[in-house]
């Protein structure tokens, strides 16, 4: 019987070629997308075309990246630019399955090594078999699991991220809308064109107007403050109401940014370096009446430096209109000091510190270069320990940098010549 065992064992050993890895499927199947561009591919190719809507739009440069998107300039064949906002979803795709395919290589390389080690005879021929019939397919099995885990998760992450894609995309719209009802209003968000639809940028892109002549916030802060220079009260106003009465309109429809800083608010220049325009952008963390229903209420949303102390303490949904107004105090404190008014050590510290504002007893920051009263009366509002003292909307705040912050145009007197003087007194 044994040796029947054996016989039967060294017969199906022959007549079994095991096939290793060669036709196993260890990942879900998924299209890897290597339409993607980065920094390298556009150098190269600096006349690298994107068709989006039918129109061959030349690719001028990335202007800016984050963890989810980057944004380009495009040129249309007319010459007009326009700025384009894409997601890396094809791109972060690629990446994961490159992983992936990666490991089963490894594991691949791991199996043929194995079975070189195997020596040759009927106890090697057993060997194999139980390698190629028990333990590889059990660590194919724990590899593919692992794959289909990390897919989904990636899937569900790419949801989310495209979820917000279309909230910025549709609350950039609606507020477009509002200002088109009333051309005297000046806009202040871009304008946004067609419809999101997956380009060869990597995702699904919009495009939105683009403005010469234009730096963020940060930028022109970073320039004001060059040299030993200090920006102008009345540009450091000017920005204010301009946030602020955007601000007014956008929290009168139930539209709450909360991302609000020097990074997402564009500066826009005239030829003589004055303040043209002002425009709000990045709406990637927009609050709806909609979103927060589908958010969590326990967790804090934005930047930490912005978020004022009863977002930290509670939660940020609950106190997102207000924390727009307290991040619009952070950013003009940041104007006027070249620094954010508070700024721990790391996250846990800044907290911390933050929280102590609750108190009345603490001193409220102050800007460490010389000011007048009226700049520290702004910050001791904006920064006040109980809320009900600060800012009541962004209409209180706008009127109130108007009539204590924007400098006062000294009336021109009409004086006449000395001799139209002379000729009248005869």
């Not at 990390?150 to 995309?169: G, P, V």
């Amino acid at each position: 019987m044994y040796k029947f065992v054996l016989f039967f064992l060294y017969v199906f050993c022959f007549l079994t070629t095991p096939q290793g890895l060669a036709n196993t499927n260890v990942y879900a199947p998924l299209a890897i997308d290597e339409c993607f561009i980065n920094e390298l591919e556009l150098e190269s190719l600096p006349s690298r075309t994107v068709r989006i809507k039918d129109v061959e739009y030349r690719i001028v440069k990335i202007i800016g990246e984050g963890a989810y998107g980057r944004a380009y300039i495009l040129e249309a064949p007319d010459g007009k630019k326009f700025l384009a906002k894409a997601l890396k979803t094809g791109e972060k795709r690629y990446k994961l399955v490159k992983d992936i395919m990666q490991r089963y290589q490894e594991f691949k390389a791991t199996v043929d090594k194995e079975y070189k080690k195997i020596k040759p005879g009927i106890d090697g021929k057993i060997d194999k078999v139980i390698m190629s019939y028990i333990g590889i397919p059990l660590i194919r099995k724990k590899l593919q699991n692992e794959s289909l885990k990390r897919l989904s998760a990636f899937e569900t992450e790419i949801k989310n991220e495209i979820y917000r894609f279309q909230m910025e995309f549709e609350s950039l719209s609606y507020l477009n809308e509002q200002y088109d009802k009333d051309p005297k209003i000046p806009r202040r968000v871009p304008r946004v064109f067609g419809d999101i639809e997956e380009t060869s940028l990597g995702g699904p892109t919009y495009l939105m107007e683009y403005l010469e002549n234009a730096k963020t916030l940060h930028e022109w802060i970073n320039d004001s403050h060059k040299d030993g220079k200090q920006p102008k009260d009345a540009d450091i106003a000017k920005i204010g109401i301009a946030v602020a009465e955007h601000l007014s309109l956008q929290h009168k429809h139930k539209i709450a940014h909360r991302d609000l800083k020097p990074p997402n608010i564009i500066v826009v220049l005239n030829p003589d370096g004055s303040i043209k325009d002002v425009r709000v952008i990045d709406y990637g963390l927009v609050a709806t009446p909609d979103i927060i229903q589908q958010e969590s209420q326990n967790h804090w949303v934005g930047t930490p430096a912005y978020l004022s102390p009863e977002a930290w303490r509670e939660n940020s949904t609950k106190y997102m209109f207000q924390n727009d107004l307290y991040a619009l105090g952070v950013t003009l404190f940041q104007v006027k000091n070249n620094q954010i008014p508070i700024a721990g050590a790391d996250q846990q510290d800044h907290i911390m510190q933050v929280a102590r504002l609750t108190n009345p007893n603490v001193p409220r920051p102050r800007p460490e270069i010389p000011v007048e009263e009226k700049w520290n009366n702004l910050f001791d509002i904006f920064f006040a320990a109980d809320v009900s003292n600060r800012f009541r909307d962004a209409d209180q705040l706008a009127q109130y940098l108007k009539q204590n912050i924007l400098p006062k145009e000294t009336p021109k007197t009409n004086v006449q010549p000395r001799a139209l003087q002379t000729s009248g007194a005869r």
